[in-house]
């Protein structure tokens, strides 16, 4: 897993870097919570995801915010930290032009951030986002999502609330040809404190079913675990 140095809009960006075992594999970039709440790439969620993908087979990249570990920089609302993504993203396809997918991943302000790079990047297929803020942010400019994906919320969560991402969900799966798989972890917090193992198992089984050979890019029917 080496470190590498992105070349961001505001200078140098700290990442980690995964490579695949093969020249097509998929791709995916994971996008950690608020750089002024604590957030790194070393989150627990952010690393469970990048667990999860790197056992199905994708090249990762995990990276620091500006003005986060050794990331140039500083917080900028949002709008800086978008760019950083877009940086992240241009990075890991450079190193793998023949990728066969690309995904984003985001835990909370980077499920916010992911999204509206989702918007940005036609060529990103799916998404994950794990307890997007939906109660904090505008989540209007989805409009329409361009991508299916699977969205994660703990029903214990005290920080972003499960009306607010049910409400989401629900707006999303509304348009043509979009399934939003939408999974409540029971008795996961914000940080799925004890229950990783359980983040770990439905994104495993969501990119399982999303890559396998024959599946589709746009699936029919969005369900609710519990």
């Not at 793998?96 to 985001?106: P, Q």
């Not at 994950?128 to 989805?142: K, R, S, T």
Request: net charge positive; glycine share 8%; with cysteine.
């Amino acid at each position: 897993m080496p470190d590498v140095i992105i070349n961001g809009a505001e200078g140098r960006l700290e990442g980690r870097y995964t490579p695949a075992k093969t020249d097509r594999a998929p791709v995916a970039v994971l996008l950690h919570p608020h750089p002024q709440y604590g957030g790194t790439m070393h989150n627990k969620v952010v690393y469970t995801l990048h667990q999860a993908f790197l056992q199905s087979g994708f090249a990762t990249l995990r990276f620091n915010f500006r003005g986060v570990g050794r990331s140039q920089g500083s917080f900028a609302r949002g709008e800086g930290e978008l760019t950083d993504a877009a940086s992240a993203l241009d990075w890991i396809q450079a190193y793998n032009a023949n990728a066969s997918a690309c995904w984003i991943a985001g835990f909370s302000f980077g499920a916010w951030i992911g999204m509206q790079l989702l918007m940005r990047r036609p060529e990103i297929d799916r998404f994950i986002a794990v307890a997007p803020p939906a109660n904090v942010y505008d989540f209007g400019f989805l409009a329409p999502c361009p991508s299916s994906g699977l969205i994660l919320q703990g029903d214990k969560d005290e920080i972003v609330t499960e009306e607010s991402v049910q409400k989401l969900t629900e707006k999303l799966s509304k348009q043509k040809d979009i399934v939003i798989d939408y999974r409540v972890v029971k008795g996961a917090n914000h940080f799925f404190t004890d229950r990783l193992d359980k983040l770990a198992s439905a994104a495993t089984e969501y990119l399982a079913a999303a890559i396998k050979p024959g599946a589709v890019s746009r699936v029919n029917t969005p369900r609710v675990k519990r």
